[in-house]
């Protein structure tokens, strides 16, 4: 069983930075591929960005590529979102998730590709 904690979500105004964290605890964090992905009231959860394994892979949506950064430390099993240059339609709840089949990061970037979950947290950016 692999628990995911996320942190790190806050208020910021258009234009800001925040930084997420998501702490895994349990399993192999290092033999599983990551993802961050957000979701807002009445609509799906939307990918955000993926990182293999090793992280030396990455993978974005086309509506944060050049604005985000995803990356971990297999050693702090910890995984962050670099933000920046945030927009209001950036607000969402926003969840880490681990893919244990670790699968290639550019082949599966859908929410039922990931099996375990974080209980998400919070970015709101104001206009």
């Known amino acids: 069983q692999v628990q995911l904690v996320e942190s790190g979500g806050g208020l910021v105004q258009a234009g800001g930075s925040l930084r997420l964290s998501c702490v895994a605890s349990g399993g192999t964090f290092s033999r599983y591929r990551m993802g961050w992905f957000r979701q807002v009231p009445g609509k799906e959860r939307e990918f955000v960005a993926t990182?293999?394994?090793?992280?030396?892979?990455?993978y974005y949506a086309d509506s944060v590529k050049g604005r985000f950064k995803i990356f971990r430390d297999n050693v702090k099993k910890t995984m962050y979102l670099q933000m920046n240059n945030l927009k209001p339609e950036d607000t969402a709840v926003y969840y880490c998730a681990a893919d244990t089949a670790n699968r290639r990061v550019a082949d599966a970037l859908g929410a039922t590709d990931f099996v375990y979950w974080g209980q998400g947290t919070q970015v709101t950016v104001s206009s």
């Open positions: 990182v293999s394994w090793g992280g030396s892979v990455t």
